[in-house]
């Protein structure tokens, strides 16, 4: 080998000792930067006609993509079950510890016990001032978890709001990144970039699930769980969110922006091409997604429940129960039941047996002034068991029997005489045979002539103190009714009205049957409960007592969070390790690049030496 050639091969081990060295030291300098990945040069051996030499060909960053696409997966699922742990959390604290002064479940039953107080002496004037404060407190208890629930419901619409911010602004900002990537060279400064365009990648993630591929170029795609493109080398869509400023328990997303109660996402492409993100279902996990999930399921069934709790409470004190006279028609029978003290959303049932099996099942139908209020909304449906039908009181006694008649179809005659309605069976065996007609409708007033203990306990302070009855005229009454509850008036005025509930003759104040049925309707009292409040994820009707089902209610509440704690640990158990297995090759470990730094001194060094060698060689060969 020539001195030429020597030296050649020396100056260009050199500069990629140079270059590694520079390499080195800038990983230690970031070894604890976020999102910095780890860089190597790589290196080539190089033939010139007779020199041999070496050159950097690339400074490469350390990473195993398979991983780095997982770890994006993991942190949208993590961001997911951490938002919803956040909020329940939250809610949790304002329901109070189970069994702590101010819980739901020791405030009712603090009402429940004043009742039973009550009962055992009604004249007195201390006991019944404490069923009224308790019920005042149960009240306003009620009033100010309906109050919470809007409040996190309506946090969550301000934060999808944010979050759709902050994606636009991530996918401009990869723009400029993306552009310079496949526009430079693979040198420091493009790994710095790559650096950059990842950290922005993984903050994405946080808010939504995506999926990220590379063209030959080095050029980022992007595209959501769902399948749907967001950028492509600059972005392929812009997102918007029509947010509202509060929310209430009738705010409610629906496809039809002319009902639709609370902010929905519309994605907008290039070409003016617009999607609604939310009904396309583009969000499956991430920030956004759990907050969705937040503001239209998890808190509105958590507002449904206390709303069916309001009413239940409601409905069992005031609403009578007049069951139906047994009849006969030839060898039909059945019962006739009186529909006049029926109002708006009081309903009567029909149970039958279906023979031969002896299935018993039930009809409920429910009142309502006109047309327009049918169908009846999704939340009024019954189950396998209990078919809810709306009927329209508006053309007159005959018009109802007949539309109940369409209703339940043959093997039933259906007539009326006035306002008093006759169902009975076909009088066939091994048909469907009639077991009972019931009538409930709502007292109104607290005492009278010829009274009933049924009493409007609570009424709607959102209805001008009226009588809860379950009216569906406009939209449901049951909706929000929890934050509206309040103790009628009336009882706060003249207290003996929890004892006196007959004018003629007079109620003695020390008689017992009011407070009696007030109790036994809460404690013994079977209450039919809707299917809109999913407890125990169960979507059927169900027969429990009201003090059953705020027990139940609380109880699914605190399992609820418990679940969403469980499932956040887990996944961030699930985030920690595919972290760790992304750092096993990205992260900087100090003591490898100070060997590697070592190992780049001494080949320096070794260039170096060669170098002075092939001078002094070449000034002895000047001089001679």
């Known amino acids: 080998m020539g001195l030429s050639t020597s030296l050649g091969t020396a100056i260009s081990g050199l500069h990629v000792t140079q270059t590694g060295i520079g390499v080195v030291s800038q990983n230690v300098a970031n070894a604890g930067v976020a999102g910095y990945v780890r860089r190597v040069v790589s290196t080539s051996d190089t033939l010139s006609g007779a020199t041999i030499g070496t050159s950097s060909t690339a400074v490469q960053r350390l990473l ?8 994006w997966q993991e942190s949208a699922g993590a961001a997911y079950t951490s938002t919803r742990a956040d909020a329940l959390s939250n809610l949790d604290k304002l329901f109070g510890a189970p069994g702590s002064a101010t819980a739901l479940d020791s405030v009712y039953s603090s009402f429940t016990t004043s009742l039973q107080a009550l009962k055992n002496d009604p004249s007195s004037y201390t006991n019944r001032t404490a069923v009224l404060d308790a019920a ?27 979050a759709v911010n902050q994606i636009n602004q991530l996918l401009d900002s990869l723009t400029s990144v993306n552009a310079r990537i496949v526009q430079g060279q693979t040198d420091q400064a493009t790994a710095g970039l790559k650096d950059q365009r990842d950290r922005i990648v993984s903050e994405l993630s946080q808010y939504m699930d995506i999926k990220t591929s590379e063209d030959a170029r080095g050029s980022l795609s992007i595209v959501t769980g769902s399948g749907a493109q967001i950028f492509d080398g600059r ?11 509060a929310l209430g328990p009738e705010s409610q997303w629906s496809p039809n922006a002319a009902t639709r109660g609370v902010g929905t996402i519309t994605m907008t ?3 003016g091409n617009q999607i609604d993100a939310i009904a396309n279902k583009v969000f499956r996990s991430g920030e956004i997604a759990a907050n969705l999930e937040l503001r239209d399921k998890t808190l509105v069934q958590m507002q449904a429940q206390l709303d069916e709790m309001a009413a239940q409470l409601s409905s069992a004190l005031s609403d009578r129960e007049i069951a139906g006279t047994a009849v006969t028609a030839g060898a039909a029978s059945g019962f006739d039941v009186d529909l006049a003290g029926l109002q708006s959303g009081n309903s009567v049932t029909l149970d039958y047996q279906v023979t031969p099996g002896g299935a018993t099942r039930r009809f409920t139908f429910v009142r309502v002034e006109s047309g327009a209020s049918l169908p009846l909304p999704a939340s009024a449906s019954g189950d396998a068991n209990n078919t809810v039908v709306g009927i329209d009181f508006s053309g007159g006694p005959a018009s109802v029997a007949a539309q109940i008649q369409a209703a339940i179809g043959g093997g039933f005659t259906v007539s009326n005489t006035g306002s008093m309605l006759r169902i009975v069976d076909d009088g066939a065996g091994n048909t469907r045979d ?12 607290l005492s009278g002539a010829n009274g009933s203990p049924e009493l409007p306990f609570f009424v709607d302070a959102g209805n001008g103190n009226g009588a809860y009855t379950g009216s569906f005229e406009g939209r449901s009454q049951a909706v929000g009714f929890a934050s509206r509850i309040t103790v009628n008036p009336g009882l706060i005025a003249d207290r003996s009205k929890l004892v006196v509930f007959n004018t003629t003759p007079a109620t003695p104040q020390g008689d017992a049957t009011r407070p009696q049925m007030l109790l036994d309707r809460l404690t013994k009292g079977l209450r039919s409960v809707t299917n809109a409040v999913g407890l125990d994820g169960s ?5 429990i007592t009201v003090s059953n089902f705020v027990q139940r209610v609380v109880a699914s509440q605190g399992q609820a969070v418990e679940n969403a704690k469980r499932l956040d640990e887990g996944q961030q158990v699930a985030l920690a390790s595919v972290q760790s297995r992304f750092a096993e090759t990205s992260q900087v470990n100090v003591d490898q690049e100070m060997a590697t730094l070592i190992e780049l001194q001494n080949a320096y060094a070794a260039n170096a030496r060669i170098i002075s060698t092939v001078k002094e060689m070449m000034d002895m060969l000047m001089r001679v």
């Open 434 to 445: 009639v077991l009972g007609l019931t009538a409930r409708p709502t007292a109104t007033s």
């Open 136 to 162: 005042s407190q149960l009240a306003n208890r009620l009033n100010g978890l309906s109050a919470g629930v809007q409040a996190e419901r309506t946090q969550a619409e301000t934060k999808i709001g944010g």
């Open 539 to 543: 979507t059927a009707t169900s027969n």
């Open 64 to 71: 195993d993509k398979i991983v780095q696409h997982q770890l």
């Open 235 to 245: 972005p392929a869509v812009k997102f918007s969110f029509d947010g509202r400023s």
């Open 269 to 271: 492409d290039n070409s």
